[in-house]
């Protein structure tokens, strides 16, 4: 442009199909008719827009991967970790945070709840075989029930002792 009398400035323009550093055109035009000494503003690429991380946290992960990719990034590493207040499959973290802004096809790591391993014992003592029995496979636990004698008649089905005691931790399908 200068060999032509052209007055040249660069300005950096966005571009998802034009890599960073590669010339997209020029203000005006190639091709228009102007004077010599005229400035032209060539527009280089700085590569793809920044784009803001979404909040991804909340959805289930099918639904993560589909707004990062909509947005124009990437899953990264899924971790998962066991979660006794989320659904299994839910997002409870990402990495990077909501709002910090990255290139296009970059990655967002995310933390997944996945279902505990353990569960805590429920109380049982004093309910009914039929009650403790829904109680403790609600909780994922397998009731096993060992017939004991008993000394009061209101005691007959009704469950004495359990092992383990309540609130403990035993592992899920026990």
């Given at each position: ?82 979660s006794s207040t989320q659904s299994p499959g839910i997002v409870l973290s990402q990495s990077p945070a ?77």
């Amino acid at each position: 442009l200068r060999l032509a009398g052209f007055r040249p400035t660069t300005k950096s323009l966005a571009s998802s199909t034009v890599p960073a550093g590669k010339v997209i055109g020029t203000e005006p035009p190639a091709g228009t008719e102007t004077q010599i000494g005229f400035h032209v503003v060539v527009l280089v690429s700085s590569g793809p827009a920044p784009v803001r991380v979404p909040d991804v946290t909340g959805q289930p992960l099918s639904g993560a991967e589909a707004t990062l990719t909509n947005a124009g990034l990437a899953v990264g590493t899924v971790t998962k970790q066991t979660s006794s207040t989320q659904s299994p499959g839910i997002v409870l973290s990402q990495s990077p945070a909501t709002g910090t802004s990255l290139r296009s096809g970059e990655k967002v790591d995310l933390t997944v709840a996945q279902a505990p391993t353990e569960v805590a014992v429920p109380a049982v003592v004093g309910k009914s075989e039929a009650l403790a029995a829904a109680a403790l496979g609600e909780a994922g636990l397998k009731p096993k029930t060992v017939t004991a004698t008993a000394t009061e008649p209101s005691q007959v089905g009704v469950v004495l002792t359990q092992s383990p005691a309540a609130g403990a931790h035993a592992r899920k399908g026990a």
